[in-house]
């Protein structure tokens, strides 16, 4: 189902959402690492993963009705410095389901999830293009870093990096 979603996506949504380990499909070894995290996350408990491979671990959820995914997101935790740990976070929603409360669902959930996980950042890079995701993320807290260049099919394209601080000393 899930790949199905993903693979369906329009072109629009595609050059919004496009996290490594999705597509396009690599045989380079970061895109390896990136495919091992989601097989890593299914089968090996969250907290044994972050005790032993820490850069690996892959939060994901999906939002389902009737047998069909409307909207994915995920995380990609890994430890710092100081043995505190920061994520990647990305949503999609599927044209039709938009403005539904869908993205605002996923995110609640993901940020959620961190939190219990011990996340003490979760960054993500949105495109300046995307205000609907941008807004969504000031909502709940985001807060633009820098402006910043990222690249799809080829293109590159003008982006934010944004960070949530989920401790009061950051």
């Given at each position: ?25 690599h045989k380079d070894p970061l895109s390896l690492i990136n495919y091992m995290r ?43 410095l100081t043995r505190y740990y920061e994520s990647e976070l990305g949503i999609v ?71 949530l601080c989920l401790t009061s000393s950051d």
């Amino acid at each position: 189902m899930l790949h199905k979603f993903l693979t369906n996506l329009n072109e629009e949504t595609k050059r919004w959402f496009h996290p490594p380990f999705i597509y396009p499909i690599h045989k380079d070894p970061l895109s390896l690492i990136n495919y091992m995290r989601l097989f890593l996350a299914i089968i090996i408990p969250r907290h044994i993963l972050l005790k032993t491979l820490p850069g690996l671990v892959c939060i994901t959820v999906t939002a389902k009705l009737d047998h069909s995914v409307q909207g994915f997101g995920y995380l990609t935790i890994k430890r710092n410095l100081t043995r505190y740990y920061e994520s990647e976070l990305g949503i999609v929603v599927g044209k039709e389901f938009q403005e539904k409360g869908i993205g605002d669902t996923l995110l609640k959930t993901l940020i959620g999830e961190a939190m219990r996980t011990g996340v003490i950042k979760i960054t993500l890079t949105v495109l300046k293009e995307n205000i609907p995701a941008i807004n969504l993320y000031r909502k709940h807290g985001f807060k633009i870093i820098k402006e910043t260049m990222d690249s799809f099919d080829g293109k590159t394209l003008n982006a934010l990096r944004m960070d949530l601080c989920l401790t009061s000393s950051d």
